[in-house]
């Protein structure tokens, strides 16, 4: 696709790119429904995962062709994005047949439209750890002409440092939610690590507090739908449909695992990260799992 890459700017204190904020007056004013169900994340963090999670227990059984004729970006609208010759996700979200609508949101907790929290939605935040969170990111802004020119990589985790990427700071995004988890009793917070370690374990956890209780026959089907392989393969979830991502340089889909930051950080860059990361989340109750 032949557009020129976006350029950052400062948007109410964090960095955006127009296609994430030209709709802002109409997202805004977003009619959330009561039992709209709000996905969010910082990108990269497993949005796709846990979309794809909850909509195979939702529609899996009653819409089955959704499944086989629908990309998940417009079975699940990612409610902020405007993109030439796309439909606005806040217009997509509207024209979703079914309910409950699962809509996916990148912005930091205060861009959320307020008609979420009145009518008490039930949000899923999913965290991942910053490093892997950062390569994911990087690869991925290499592939899209939708993102940002990512640079090189050493300048690209410079600008993660500074929190100078797409929905800004990773530590204001994974903080600013986990806050409001301390209030909103609506709000599930989980992590990608702990799904990849027992993904069977965090669909339970998602289904009690979504109130559903798949048969074991329907969550073998779930969770056999939502592995890594079967999701990279499947052109539904891939994303292989999106004309703004060249798949010659990476995959949407791309590697699927924890911890292949080890791959990619120099032990300079690590400790210079880890001593960066220290103070920044010194004084934060929210925890990564400190293994990775
Ligand atoms: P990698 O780039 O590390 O492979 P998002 O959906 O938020 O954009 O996140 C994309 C990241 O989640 C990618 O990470 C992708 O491979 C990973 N991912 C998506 N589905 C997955 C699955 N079923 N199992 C493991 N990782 C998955």
Redesign the pocket.
Known sequence: MDLPRPKLFDFHGVSMITYFTDNWEAIQNFQARPDDILIA?????????V??ILELLYFGQTSPERQTTMPIYERVPFLELTFPNMDSGTDLADQLPTTPRLIKTHYPVQFVPKSFWEQNCRMIY?G?NAK?NL??FF??DRMTVAQPEPGDWNSYLQRFLEGKMVFGSWYDHVNGWWKKKQTYSKLHYMF?ED??EDTGREIDKLCSFLGLSPSAEEKTRVMSG???D???NNAM?NYSTDPSMDFKI????????VG?WKNHFTVAQNEEFDEDYKSKMKDQTLQFRTEI
């Open positions: 994340t910082y990108p990269k963090a497993g949005t796709t995962w979309s794809y999913v991942r892997d390569v994911s690869h991925f990608y799904l990849a939502v592995t890594f079967n999701m990279k979830t990476s995959s949407f889909m791309r590697k699927g695992k292949d």
